[in-house]
């Protein structure tokens, strides 16, 4: 009985080859995407599982609200957290401190190679679950001068994982020093929130102002509790020894600002990859965000239903072809039971030709699906035990969702009226019309959240950040040595292919803030800087009202504000007044033009530049000549190494490194275009399907509106009309939701598009558009088709 369903299912699919090829190729691409955004949240969920002591770790971070009402938290805490309460509570049973850092130089030989180590503690292969291929776990980090590599390291710079014993010469801290490998780690795993290639001891940087820094936030730290330990009353106890430790300074600030708190509380170790409320930098993975799991979940699960629809349509389309089949299976005895088998059956064949060919599709995209998300997914991944059980599920899933109701109408044929040829689907098919109006309904949508993103993406690029980026070289200086720093710019002098150049506290995609006061006003959350006198007029940001920097030593207590500092200090003319931070002084000698130093989700804050001589320069910005921009790379790097022998030339241009702070909303927009491409694909698919099994029910009444007179377009139009009302009001659903939510959206923008009803009208044209020609074409096909082989039977 089996092998003769499986004989008919392909039989019928052979004899319908376009019918045949329109339901798999949407079955098969509507699981492709399904099985990707599948591998993409198992993967988000599987972060960190791996750890043995898992439900027992725990991370310290830290909760805050300022003075505006703010609230706000982090993940990186201080040095002496993780011995104080280690000592003080008897519930946490270990600890550990991570620390990622900037980048150090490695020597293989005579090259000089970058790499970032991370620092950790001597419980680090204790407490966390990363196996080591050789050496001892309780001494691998327990001399200054150790190092552990991992295996790619190993290989990467002794070609053989059998070095422990071999020394190694790192940069740490501005001079090469003698490590000694005292331990080889196997590989972490992808999904493993601590990422590192080569482990450096903690006690290296441990000097007594960062061990006794209850204020710092610089690493991250790590506890392990005892089993049946509560967290909230460790997290209690935690913040009663903070705040015996806590400056008296900070605790007559809290006085003043009542509304003000910050306290720890500690964050579960399994859950940190997810829990986007806290930063995750310092030897960390960034974390994600639980919302893109739920977002590509949505879409997955509209992409199936969308799949289940199209089978379901296309199903009862060509179900009026096989009528005789199921009368005269009827008439010899078949059962409903065995109909609803077969069909059923017939389902799972289509479902699992479709499986076969979007496994394929699924290995051919997951590359370029791995970077949208920016995932390190992998081919082998698919055939993992727990993947492939998903997907068998998946597969059982959908053939039954597809095919039970196509075999319970199918099956339900009254056998004399097939075998006449009398047998129509009566009904106004509303379940079908509904379902092309929620296909369409989601369609418009994600079509508008795509176009809404790109605007808004274009709109941030395209917007003027407040000072030049064209034609600037920004690279990383290797130490604050201003004697180095001058020769280097001499030597830059040198080629008329460099026009300028001037150098900063630190790079223009990172920034510093603190609390500042002036006119007896405290403002949070000042960002500040140092530049050179140069710096103003190589970015051309544009003072409002004072003077810039001479240059002279004098201007080391002096400052300049941005124009938001100025309005929040209340003052009509601050020039002249005081700025106090951090126990030092300034005076305020000219204004700038407020300007973006980072992307334009935030607004602009207050901002602060100085000329602080305890502060050294590490960054530089290069004017160069676009019309020659390889030259003047070479003459900077060739400069460099002159005066920088032993260092890495770390840059990259201004403009390139701005884009990137939007890598996420590119990533996310494409996604969503893709998803609106593959959203109206099935959903014009599903009309096809739909409007086949109209064309189908009154193809006796084209034939007899033909021999009648009537022309191709007239009976196009009368069998598009009803298809292309279904598409409207679908729209007229969309459009306010659509409108809703990406305003929503926007409201996350400082700066940002205000919609347009006129963009909503375009994708509705647009949608109505492509409706009417997937109908329309099939219609025109009816409608062309000789009358005579129509009526035949009559």
């Not at 994600?288 to 349509?313: E, K, R, T």
């Amino acid at each position: 009985m089996l092998q003769n369903y499986i004989r008919v299912a392909w039989r019928n699919l052979t004899r319908n080859k376009v019918w045949a090829f329109t339901n798999v190729t949407g079955l098969s691409i509507g699981l492709a995407a399904v099985m990707l955004i599948l591998l993409y949240i198992s993967d988000e969920i599987s972060f960190d599982r791996f750890q043995a002591n898992g439900p027992q770790l725990y991370r310290l971070v830290h909760d805050s609200r300022d003075e505006t009402g703010k609230e706000g938290g982090g993940g990186t805490t201080g040095g002496p957290m993780a011995t104080a309460f280690l000592q003080s509570i008897p519930e946490i049973s270990a600890a550990c401190r991570i620390k990622g850092t900037d980048m150090q130089l490695v020597r293989k030989g005579n090259e000089i190679l970058p790499e970032y180590p991370t620092y950790a503690d001597t419980s680090f292969f204790s407490m966390f679950s990363f196996p080591l291929i050789a050496g001892n776990p309780q001494l691998a980090l327990s001399r200054e001068n150790n190092v552990v590599l991992t295996e790619d390291y190993a290989r990467k710079y002794f070609n053989s994982t059998d070095v422990v014993g071999r020394t190694l010469e790192i940069n740490d801290h501005g001079k090469f020093e003698t490590f000694t490998v005292s331990a080889v780690a196997a590989n972490t795993p992808r999904n493993s929130s601590i990422r590192f290639n080569m482990l450096l001891p903690m006690n290296r940087i441990m000097h007594p102002q960062w061990t006794q820094g209850w204020m710092t936030f610089f690493l991250n730290t790590f506890f392990m509790l005892k089993p049946g330990a509560d967290p909230a009353a460790v997290a209690k106890k935690m913040n009663a020894i903070f705040a015996e430790h806590i400056p008296g300074q900070f605790q007559e600030y809290a006085k003043k600002h009542p509304n003000v708190y910050f306290r720890y509380n500690i964050q579960p170790f399994e859950k940190m990859h997810l829990d986007s409320r806290y930063n995750a930098t310092q030897g960390l993975n960034k974390w994600s965000n639980a919302n893109y799991s739920y977002i590509l979940g949505g879409i997955a699960l509209f992409i199936l239903l969308i799949a289940c629809i199209n089978f379901v349509n296309l199903t009862l389309a060509r179900s009026l072809r096989r009528c005789k089949e199921i009368g005269i299976r009827k008439v010899a005895g078949g059962t409903r039971r065995q109909l609803i088998a077969q069909f059923l059956g017939e389902s799972l064949f289509l479902n699992g030709l479709s499986f076969l060919i979007a496994l394929a599709l699924v290995r051919l995209c997951l590359p370029l699906f791995s970077q949208l998300a920016a995932k390190e997914l992998s081919v082998s991944y698919l055939f993992t035990n727990r993947t492939l059980a998903l997907f068998i599920l998946l597969l059982l899933v959908n053939s039954f969702l597809s095919g039970f109701y196509p075999a319970l109408v199918l099956s339900g044929f009254n056998p004399v009226k097939t075998l006449y040829g009398k047998f129509r689907l009566t009904g106004k098919n509303r379940l079908g019309k509904s379902l092309i109006v929620l296909q369409f309904t989601i369609a418009i949508f994600l079509i508008v959240a795509t176009l809404v993103m790109q605007q808004q993406f274009r709109f941030m690029l395209g917007k003027d950040p407040g000072f030049r980026v064209s034609g600037i070289l920004n690279l990383s200086l290797p130490d604050g040595d201003e004697a180095k720093i001058h020769a280097f710019q001499a030597e830059l002098a040198k080629y008329p292919v460099i026009r300028q150049s001037a150098v900063q506290s630190i790079g223009f995609n990172n920034y510093n803030s603190a609390a500042m006061e002036i006119n007896r006003r405290e403002i949070p959350g000042v960002s500040f800087y140092k530049m050179d006198a140069q710096s103003l007029s190589l970015l051309q940001i544009p003072l409002v009202t004072g003077r810039g920097f001479s240059g002279m030593p004098a201007d080391s207590a002096n400052c300049l504000i941005n124009e938001s500092m100025a309005s929040a200090s209340g003052l009509k003319d601050p020039i002249g007044r005081r700025v106090k931070w951090d126990n030092q002084e300034f005076t305020v000698i000219g204004i700038v033009r407020d300007f973006h130093m980072e992307s334009m989700h935030g607004k602009i804050g207050p901002c602060m530049i100085n000329q602080d001589p305890h502060w050294a320069y590490g960054n530089m910005t290069v004017l160069i000549d676009n019309n020659h921009q390889a030259e003047a790379v070479e003459a900077i790097r060739a400069g460099f190494k002159t005066i920088y022998p032993l260092s890495y030339f770390d840059s990259g241009f201004l403009q390139d490194m701005l884009a990137e702070g939007y890598d996420g909303d590119r990533r996310w927009m494409t996604i969503v275009a893709i998803a609106a491409v593959l959203a109206i694909a099935l959903s014009c698919l599903g009309l096809f399907g739909l409007a086949t099994l109209s064309i189908e029910q009154r193809i006796k009444e084209i034939g007899i509106r033909r021999v009648l007179g009537a022309d191709v377009i007239s009976i196009t139009r009368l069998l598009s009309q009803d298809f292309v009302r279904l598409v409207i009001i679908a729209f007229v659903i969309a459009a306010p939701v659509a409108w809703y939510f990406g305003n929503k959206w926007l409201e996350d923008f400082a700066y940002r598009i205000h919609l347009s009803p006129f963009l909503l009208l375009i994708v509705g044209a647009a949608t109505t558009a492509v409706a009417f020609l997937t109908v329309g074409l099939r219609a025109a096909h009816a409608a062309t088709t000789n009358p005579s082989n129509n009526l035949r039977s009559e």
